[in-house]
T-cell receptor, first 112, second 116 residues
Framework: ETGVTQSPTHLIKTRGQQVTLRCSSQ?????VSWYQQALGQGPQFIFQ???????GRGNFPPRFSGLQFPNYSSELNVNALELDDSALYLC???????????FGSGTRLTVV | DQQVKQNSPSLSVQEGRISILNCDYT??????FLWYKKYPAEGPTFLIS?????DKNEDGRFTVFLNKSAKHLSLHIVPSQPGDSAVYFC???????????????FGKGTLLTVNP
């Protein structure tokens, strides 16, 4: 299987709710990173998982959490949604901890 | 604190001419730099990269130049084609102890429009 697949493509949630975004990485890609891209901004690093453990985190609060599974899929969970969480969420995977990241098309989250 | 800056939000060039996209950075620990291209409704696509031990890397129509003393890099596209019209992001990373680079710091992007 080639490419990185993210679901859903679009999502609307209400402030205070919880959301789970999903990512299916390429086979063999044991590193996955999540990024948040707000309107007019570049992607901002949320965290990275390597072999199912978090091994790096950006300046995001603990209500942003993640999981990585043995089948190369992963999740981004956001609790207590705030209006400022509205953004495009990008998943990127690579076969190691180097720079060969492949990005998915993202999930557009709107919090109302 | 914007560690990677792309000061031109947009750039318009004629087909066949050169496109030059610029990027500045402030973190002297950055040792690897990448350019990504992004079309609407798609994720960023890797274009070209350069390590801090080099000052130039070329791949077909795309060349990246790195000036470490000025903390500046640029992407040259020659000749520019209408299909190159997209948002271009500059990104940088700093090697962690243990040899694994993990976090990309992106600029805000430059919208390149190549007119036929």
């Amino acid at each position: 299987e080639t490419g990185v697949t993210q679901s859903p493509t679009h999502l609307i949630k209400t402030r205070g709710q919880q959301v789970t975004l999903r990512c299916s990485s390429q086979s063999g890609h044991n590193t996955v990173s999540w990024y948040q891209q707000a309107l007019g901004q570049g992607p901002q690093f949320i965290f990275q998982y390597y072999r199912e453990e978090e091994n790096g985190r950006g300046n995001f609060p603990p209500r942003f959490s993640g999981l990585q599974f043995p089948n190369y899929s992963s999740e981004l969970n956001v609790n207590a949604l705030e209006l400022d969480d509205s953004a495009l969420y990008l998943c990127a995977s690579s076969p190691g901890q180097g720079h060969g990241y492949t990005f998915g098309s993202g999930t557009r989250l709107t919090v109302v | 604190d914007q560690q990677v800056k792309q000061n031109s939000p947009s750039l318009s060039v004629q087909e066949g001419r050169i496109s030059i996209l610029n990027c500045d950075y402030t973190n002297s620990m950055f040792d690897y730099f990448l350019w990504y291209k992004k079309y609407p409704a798609e994720g960023p696509t890797f274009l070209i990269s350069i390590s801090s031990i080099k000052d130039k890397n070329e791949d077909g129509r795309f060349t990246v130049f790195l000036n470490k003393s000025a903390k500046h890099l640029s992407l040259h596209i020659v000749p520019s084609q209408p299909g190159d019209s997209a948002v271009y992001f500059c990104a940088a990373s700093a090697q962690r102890s243990g040899g694994s680079n993990y976090k990309l710091t992106f600029g805000k992007g430059t919208l390149l429009t190549v007119n036929p």
